[in-house]
C-alpha cells in the first residue's frame, strides 16, 4: 500500500528483523529504551486480519526481539500490545504489535499494567 507508514519502512528495507511474512523495527516514538515494533510484511489492517502464519511469524519476531533487548537493555519487565481500530488507539491502519520493554520505576505504579488502556479501571481490587 503506497500511502501506509509502515509498508513504506518494510520496501526501503529500514528494518532491524525479518522473517518470510513479518518484520521488526524500532519505534520513531519509543515509550521506553528498547520499544519495538512487529508487522506483516502484507498490508492488513490489524491482528484479525492476519492468517495464522503471519500471526505466528510476529511472534517469532517477538522471542528474537526480546532475547536481543534482555541482553542489551537488561528490562525488569514487558507489555505487548496490539490496537486495533481507532477507537482502540490504532493510528496507523497496518497490523503492529508492540514490544515495550519495562524497567523498575519508570512509572510511579505499573500495576494494572495494559488495563492503563482506560485510566479509571487501572487500579482494581482483588476479589
Not at 503506497?2 to 519509543?30: G, H, R, S, T, Y
Not at 500495576?111 to 476479589?127: A, T
Request: aromatic share 8%.
Amino acid at each position: 500500500m503506497e500511502n501506509c507508514k509502515f509498508c513504506k519502512i518494510f520496501q526501503e528495507k529500514k528494518i532491524d528483523l525479518e522473517n518470510e511474512l513479518a518484520v521488526a523495527f524500532w519505534d520513531a516514538n519509543p515509550v521506553s529504551k528498547g520499544h519495538l515494533l512487529v508487522i506483516t510484511k502484507r498490508h492488513v489492517k490489524d491482528f484479525f486480519e492476519t492468517t495464522k502464519e503471519e500471526r505466528n511469524a510476529m511472534f517469532e519476531l517477538i522471542d528474537k526481539a526480546k532475547k536481543i533487548i534482555d541482553e542489551k537493555d537488561k528490562p525488569t519487565g514487558y507489555n505487548i500490545g496490539i490496537n486495533c481500530g481507532i477507537s482502540a488507539g490504532q493510528t496507523i491502519m497496518h497490523i503492529h504489535i508492540h514490544l515495550i520493554p519495562r524497567y523498575d520505576g519508570d512509572t510511579e505504579n505499573p500495576r494494572g499494567g495494559v488495563r492503563g488502556v482506560i485510566p479509571d479501571k487501572r487500579d482494581y481490587e482483588d476479589k
